[in-house]
C-alpha cells in the first residue's frame, strides 16, 4: 500500500518514494580499526527479513507526512517561535511570533529539546545531556565499499557518518556535543 507502518502504534504514513535495505553498519575508531555489526553479505543473501533497517528519503517521508496531517485538518504553523501556552478549559491556546493560536491538541515538532514541552511543565524529571551540534554535507564522486551500510567514525573532536544516498552521492554527517568544534574543519 506503500506506506511506512510502524506496528507498535499502529502509525502509519504514505510513502512512494525509493528505499533500500540495510543489512549492516560498521564503526571505525581514530586509529582507522574497523568493527562491523552483522556479516552484510550473509543477510543480504537470507533477505530483506535480515535487515537491520531501511534507508528512505527523508524530504520525500517528511512531505508525505505533512500533506496527510493538512488532509486530516492538522494547521502548520512553521518559523513560530512559542513563547507562552496555557490551557483553557478544553483549549490551549499558543502564543509566539506576535500571534496567537488555539486548539484542543498540539503538535510540538520543534525537536529533542522541545520548548513547547518545556513551557507546558511536562518532562520535568527528565535529565537534559547536551545539545548536538551537527553538519552535513552532500559529496559526489565517493565510493564506498558498500551502498547497504552505514558508515559511523569515532573521531577526536567529532564523530561522522556516511550512507549513501538515492541520487549516487554520498551523505557525510559531522556531530559533536562541544559547541566549541568546528565542524567544517573537522570533516577537512
Excluded: C
Aim: net charge neutral; proline share 2%; aromatic share 14%.
Amino acid at each position: 500500500s506503500k506506506r511506512f507502518l510502524f506496528p507498535d502504534s499502529g502509525f502509519s504514513v504514505k510513502y512512494d518514494g525509493p528505499y533500500r535495505y540495510l543489512y549492516g553498519f560498521h564503526f571505525y575508531s581514530p586509529n582507522g580499526r574497523r568493527v562491523a555489526f552483522g556479516n552484510v553479505k550473509e543477510r543480504r543473501e537470507k533477505g530483506f527479513k535480515e535487515a537491520i533497517g531501511v534507508a528512505a528519503s527523508k524530504e520525500i517521508l517528511m512531505r508525505s507526512l505533512l500533506k496527510e496531517a493538512q488532509e486530516n485538518g492538522v494547521e502548520v504553523f512553521p518559523g513560530t517561535n512559542v513563547d507562552g501556552i496555557e490551557k483553557s478549559g478544553e483549549w490551549v491556546v499558543i502564543r509566539g511570533s506576535g500571534k496567537e493560536f488555539e486548539g484542543k491538541f498540539v503538535i510540538a515538532a520543534d525537536g529533542v529539546n522541545s520548548r513547547v514541552v518545556r513551557l507546558m511543565g511536562l518532562n520535568k524529571g527528565r535529565k537534559f545531556f547536551a545539545t548536538m551540534n551537527m553538519v552535513t554535507w552532500e559529496m559526489e564522486g565517493v565510493e564506498l565499499d558498500d551502498k547497504e551500510v552505514i558508515l559511523f567514525i569515532v573521531g577526536k573532536e567529532a564523530d561522522f557518518s556516511m550512507m549513501y544516498q538515492f541520487n549516487g552521492n554520498v551523505h557525510f554527517a559531522s556531530a559533536s556535543y562541544d559547541h566549541t568544534v568546528n565542524l567544517d574543519a573537522a570533516i577537512d
